[in-house]
């Protein structure tokens, strides 16, 4: 089974996706793969510029992500724009991922932080969402990323309320540190291992 993974900024995903990985189960970081194919996908390169101006990658091939920010998350249309081009190739290579691993195992996870902004939580046969606290997400996504405040308002803005992406999913993960994040996972994991066994 595609199994989808997705959360809000600074909710926790990596960390539940770890979990499921130390169960064996192979995980997409699709945000991760998507910035790999920035680099290496000649005509996503290529549809990046034409939208963003040459500006967009150094010299030396690598994107100039700092420019890339600053005209995409002050302006939704453009964010629009560039998600239109990158989803499909991270798509095409989900895939591939997906049909090198699905004989080992009995699900394999997609991680993406806008899985259900864009639509594509559908293509999954189940979606989990992890959540946490506005405040605690703030937080951890200032420490992490060395921003202000001002600038992950800017990132939330972005992004779906969590209660939006809660009414599609078929599991939750707290991620609040109220209940075990091991217990969680580990139920989940439970619960699709006996599905795809149906």
């Keep these: 089974m595609k199994i989808g993974i997705t959360g809000g900024i ?7 996706c770890s979990l499921f990985e130390s ?13 790999k194919l920035m680099i290496t996908d000649k005509d996503l390169k290529e549809s990046i510029k034409k939208l963003l101006s040459k500006d967009a990658y150094f010299k030396n091939g690598r994107p100039n992500r700092i420019y890339i920010a600053s005209k995409v998350f002050s302006d939704i249309g453009l964010l629009e724009r560039l998600n239109s081009l990158v989803h499909p190739a991270v798509h095409k290579d989900f895939d591939r991922f997906y049909m090198d ?3 080992e195992v009995p699900y394999v996870l997609n991680e993406a932080a806008l899985l ?9 046969a189940k979606l989990i969402v992890v959540t946490c606290p506005e405040e605690i997400r ?4 200032m420490k992490r990323d060395g921003i202000s405040r001002e600038k992950v308002l800017e990132r939330l803005r972005n992004q779906l309320p969590e209660a939006e992406k809660v009414k599609h999913a078929h599991f939750v993960i707290d991620n609040s540190g109220q209940l075990s994040l091991i217990r969680q996972v580990w139920d989940i994991h439970q619960s ?3 599905l795809q066994k149906e």
């Design 10 to 16: 600074g909710a926790g995903k990596t960390t539940v």
């Design 116 to 124: 259900v902004e864009n639509g594509s939580f559908s293509r999954f």
């Design 192 to 194: 699709l291992v006996s």
């Design 138 to 141: 703030m937080e951890r996504v």
């Design 23 to 35: 169960l064996g189960i192979p995980v997409y970081y699709a945000d991760d793969r998507a910035k």
């Design 101 to 103: 691993k699905k004989d």
